[in-house]
T-cell receptor, first 114, second 113 residues
C-alpha cells in the first residue's frame, strides 16, 4: 500500500511570512494529491489538490507543487494570517487510482505567531 | 443539503460493550468510508464502500464491521469495545471512488473505559 511521510510535525511562523509543508509518497502510480485543513475540534476540509499531470497549482495564497520523479509534493502558504493556524494533512490514494481510499500523512500543526 | 452527518457526537463505552456509529449523506455519493483519528497518527482508513452492497477493508479493520444497504447510510459497528478503540471517528463520502474531494462528517468522539 501507499506510504505517506509528512514534515514537519509542527511549524511556527510569524504572521505575514510563508509556510511550507512537505510530503513524500511511495507508490509511483499515485495520481491525485489532496491537502486537508483541520481546525481544532472540526472536521478535515479540502483546501487544494493536484493531479499528476501538472506540476503546480495555485489558489490565492495557497499553492501546491508536485515532483513526480522524486515522489514528493509540498503545500505553500504565503502571507500567513492567524486564521491559517490549524493542522494540515497531505494524502495520496491507497492504490494508483484511489479506489481504496486515501492514506494520510500524520499532520503538521501550523502555528501563526502574531 | 445536510452533507455528511454522524451520530452520536460523543460516546462513552465500557470494555466489551458494542455499539453502532451512524453515518448518512444526502449528496447521492457512491463512495463512503470510515477513518479513525488518533493524536500524532493522522487519519487511518477502517472500511470503505464503493456502492450499496459493496464493502471492503482499509488499513485498520479489526474490531469493526460495516454494511451498506442503501446509498445514503454507512454504519460502523464496534463488536466488543476495547480501550484501544478510543478515538475520533470520521465518516467521509465522495461522488467517485477516486481522485475527488472527500467530504467529512463532523466526527464522533468515542471513549472506551
Amino acid at each position: 500500500g501507499e506510504n505517506v511521510e509528512q514534515h514537519p510535525s509542527t511549524l511556527s511562523v510569524q504572521e505575514g511570512d510563508s509556510a511550507v509543508i512537505k510530503c513524500t509518497y511511495s507508490d509511483s502510480a499515485s495520481n491525485y494529491f489532496p491537502w486537508y485543513k483541520q481546525e481544532l475540534g472540526k472536521r478535515p476540509q479540502l483546501i487544494i489538490d493536484i493531479r499528476s499531470n501538472v506540476g503546480e497549482k495555485k489558489d490565492q495564497r495557497i499553492a501546491v507543487t508536485l515532483n513526480k520523479t522524486a515522489k514528493h509534493f509540498s503545500l505553500h502558504i504565503t502571507e500567513t494570517q492567524p486564521e491559517d493556524s490549524a493542522v494540515y494533512f497531505c494524502a495520496a490514494p491507497n492504490s494508483g487510482g484511489g479506489a481504496d481510499g486515501l492514506t494520510f500523512g500524520k499532520g503538521t500543526h501550523l502555528i501563526i505567531q502574531p | 443539503n445536510a452533507g455528511v452527518t454522524q451520530t452520536p457526537k460523543f460516546q462513552v463505552l465500557k470494555t466489551g460493550q458494542s455499539m453502532t456509529l451512524q453515518c448518512a449523506q444526502d449528496m447521492n455519493h457512491e463512495y463512503m468510508s470510515w477513518y479513525r483519528q488518533d493524536p500524532g497518527m493522522g487519519l487511518r482508513l477502517i472500511h470503505y464502500s464503493v456502492g450499496a452492497g459493496i464493502t471492503d477493508q482499509g488499513e485498520v479493520p479489526n474490531g469493526y464491521n460495516v454494511s451498506r444497504s442503501t446509498t445514503e447510510d454507512f454504519p460502523l459497528r464496534l463488536l466488543s469495545a476495547a480501550p484501544s478503540q478510543t478515538s475520533v471517528y470520521f465518516c467521509a463520502s465522495s461522488y467517485l471512488a477516486r481522485g475527488v474531494e472527500q467530504y467529512f462528517g463532523p466526527g464522533t468522539r468515542l471513549t472506551v473505559t
